[in-house]
């Protein structure tokens, strides 16, 4: 079957994410950071995927991102400050992450 759109198919925005995961399942929910209260975000579409398709995604992000940065010669830069945290919450998992 060819690669169609569903009719409710939508395009948005995104600027923050949460992450989710469980003994079952994961999900990354995207959103559009709040400039004011530093952590919102206005949530705006929730993806639940298995494990096996996460580390999929992970690891197609993974290689698109190495191909832009060596092909157009840019370094996309993130957040350290973030990613600390981010390997902070994720020692105190599965509580740090939990699917609502």
Known sequence: MPNTKAPDHKIYY????NLG???????ITFGIADDVQVGAMMETATVYMTH??????SE???LLVENFETTSGT???ISEEGLK?????LKTFPNSVPIS
């Open 14 to 17: 995104a600027n923050a994410l």
């Open 21 to 27: 995961f469980s003994n079952t399942d994961c999900k």
């Open 52 to 57: 096996t398709n996460l580390k999929v995604l």
């Open 60 to 62: 197609s992000l993974k």
């Open 75 to 77: 370094t996309i830069p």
């Open 85 to 89: 945290a981010f390997k902070e919450a």
